[in-house]
């Protein structure tokens, strides 16, 4: 499960790609933490053009995210959500707890 990352001031860029699906969330989950943990960022934006497919397991993602940045006070945007990954992520309302763009 492949990411890149993009780092602009104190804001940090993460296009998520492939399937996020129980086989992949465990890896994406590692390589955020560690991009997170390593630049600390005031901002955080997911980019989600790259994703074919994703399931509760994303979910699952971006609340970790989420936890994560609140400890340092930073804030998670979630962008070009893909049709089916919206559909999950407005069934479980996470536009509740993440901003959704």
Same mark, same amino acid.
């Given at each position: 499960? #492949?990411? $890149?990352? $993009? ?5 940090? $860029?993460i296009?998520?790609?492939g !399937? ?6 465990? !890896?994406?989950? $590692? ?9 600390? #960022? ?18 699952a ?20 959500? #893909? ?19």
């Amino acid at each position: 499960m #492949p990411i $890149t990352v $993009t780092s602009r001031d104190s804001a940090l $860029t993460i296009a998520l790609s492939g !399937e996020i699906d129980h086989h992949g969330a465990r !890896e994406m989950m $590692t390589q955020l933490d560690q991009a997170i943990a390593e630049r600390l #960022p005031a901002q955080l934006v997911l980019d989600m053009s790259g994703v074919a497919f994703m399931d509760s397991s994303g979910i699952a993602v971006l609340l970790r995210a989420r936890r994560q940045l609140a400890h340092s006070g930073g804030i998670l945007r979630v962008v070009n959500i #893909p049709a089916q990954a919206r559909r999950v992520l407005d069934a479980a309302g996470i536009g509740r707890l993440i901003s959704l763009d």
